[in-house]
């Protein structure tokens, strides 16, 4: 009796076991880290319009969605390798970073582009003029020294103008800080942050708001051409154990795409809605509106971070094409 007992018991923790491998593994579940910024209206709108229901419920999938903020591709990378999200927005700096970090292992890859919009360095530095005139009194702000991709631009840009060897030479007089704390030392001015790499609508607000602020450097320029600075990523774990979870996320955000593109001003109000953003509608529609930013979901040059981030030894693993950081997929097939 005793025996048949626990034998039992042996046969109701294993089952109990498996529901739980079973559960843990089940469709359905995603969480999305977005930062701060009007780079992430695509997640806006298909948060809003809860797009991700839609398509995941069209898949016979009862879909639990998160949204979860956070600030610097760091906190985004440790959030996505400790199992707190499925989807992690952040710049493809701290993409590529972790896919070189994870190959053969998690092999975290791309999913899909935000978009392509221009990121201006800002300086209320009247002095000032190019990044060759900061000095160990300026501190630039920026999402995450060495690894945002503000980051790696501004090291682009400074190995362009000193050499390879010098690519993080503005990396000591950088600081971590939020978008909007360092767009509000940049405005208000007496402080010791007198340069901001950011993002919309940050960069416009500062330019908008103090009449010392000016551009120092436009992404653009730098990268040779619009870019897609900000993307979204995941493991293959998540991709493989959850086909139609992903592909509702992928839907939901092409579909996000198109409505953006069709309907600025929905979009516009969406953003404001969504991200309690205190911001002029107008200069919103006017960054949503500029002919240099584009709303689409697959990646465009992108792999100058690539190129660049192996050659100064940021990564060790050199990509062939976007096709190695980037899951094969329909939308990414464009891609470069």
Do not use: C
Request: proline share 5%.
């Amino acid at each position: 009796m005793n025996r048949f007992t626990r034998r039992a018991a042996a046969l109701v923790t294993g089952l109990g076991l498996l529901a739980g491998s079973l559960a843990a593994h089940a469709e359905g579940q995603i969480r999305i880290a977005e930062q701060f910024g009007i780079v992430y209206l695509l997640l806006n709108v298909a948060q809003e319009q809860k797009l991700i229901e839609k398509h995941a419920k069209a898949a016979g999938v009862d879909a639990k969605v998160e949204w979860v903020k956070l600030s610097g591709g760091s906190a985004v990378n440790d959030a996505l390798l400790s199992g707190n999200i499925e989807i992690a927005g952040a710049g493809v700096g701290p993409l590529l970073t972790l896919w070189d970090r994870t190959k053969g292992r998690q092999n975290v890859k791309g999913v899909a582009s935000l978009g392509n919009f221009p990121y201006y360095l800002v300086s209320n530095n009247p002095n000032v003029k190019s990044i060759a005139d900061f000095t160990d009194k300026d501190r630039i702000a920026l999402p995450a020294v060495g690894v945002s991709v503000q980051s790696r631009v501004l090291q682009i840009a400074s190995a362009k103008l000193w050499g390879d060897k010098e690519f993080n030479r503005l990396d000591k007089i950088s600081v971590a800080l939020p978008h909007p704390d360092a767009a509000a030392a940049i405005i208000k001015g007496g402080t010791e942050i007198t340069g901001h790499f950011g993002n919309p609508p940050f960069q416009e607000q500062e330019l908008a708001g103090n009449p010392n602020a000016r551009i120092v450097l436009n992404s653009y320029q730098v990268l040779g051409g619009p870019s897609s600075a900000t993307v979204l990523y995941a493991t293959e774990k998540f991709r493989n154990e959850n086909p139609k979870t992903y592909k509702a996320f992928v839907d939901a955000l092409d579909e996000a795409a198109k409505f953006v593109t069709a309907n600025p001003e929905k979009a516009a109000d969406i953003y404001l809605k969504v991200s309690n953003a205190k911001l002029d509608r107008e200069l919103l529609l006017k960054i949503i509106r500029n002919p240099e930013v584009q709303f689409k979901t697959a990646p465009q040059n992108t792999y100058v971070f690539a190129e660049f981030m192996h050659r100064v030894g940021a990564i060790k693993n050199k990509p062939a094409s976007v096709k190695d950081y980037f899951f094969d997929d329909p939308h990414t097939a464009s891609g470069n």
